[in-house]
Nanobody
Framework: VQLQACGGGLVQAGGSLRISCAAS????????MSWFRQALGKEREFVAS????????YYTDSVKGRFTISRDNAKNTVTLQMNSLKPEDTAVYYC??????????????????WGQGTLVTVSS
């Protein structure tokens, strides 16, 4: 199984960035997909989740209204559109896959597979 994240980069505060994750080696539509992030010196934290069929999403409070998670089960991809970025959004962003349907998706221990991470830097 491989989760390949891409699209990170440097952006000014208030700007937008889209990061994507391409999955292979798994039946993508059977997995809840999520994004986590880890800032330097901090623990990894949950950002957003999207259910297997894509109809239900969930976000941590700090990104609600700014970030949008989506998935394309035909292309085995999950995307995080990030708008109105803030310096505190600076982190390495990881995509992750879990067979957990929904309860517990904010916990990193619930995840079966992780991508390698993509760095997002927001300058002030």
């Amino acid at each position: 199984v491989q989760l390949q994240a891409c699209g990170g980069g440097l952006v000014q505060a208030g700007g937008s960035l889209r990061i994507s994750c391409a999955a292979s080696g798994l039946v993508f539509s059977r997995y809840t997909m999520s994004w986590f992030r880890q800032a330097l010196g901090k623990e990894r934290e949950f950002v957003a989740s999207i259910r297997m069929t894509g109809g239900i999403t969930y976000y941590t409070d700090s990104v609600k209204g700014r970030f949008t998670i989506s998935r394309d089960n035909a292309k085995n991809t999950v995307t995080l559109q990030m708008n109105s970025l803030k310096p505190e959004d600076t982190a390495v962003y990881y995509c992750a896959a879990t067979t957990v349907v929904w309860s517990g998706v904010t916990r990193s221990e619930a995840y079966n597979y992780w991508g390698q991470g993509t760095l997002v830097t927001v300058s002030s």
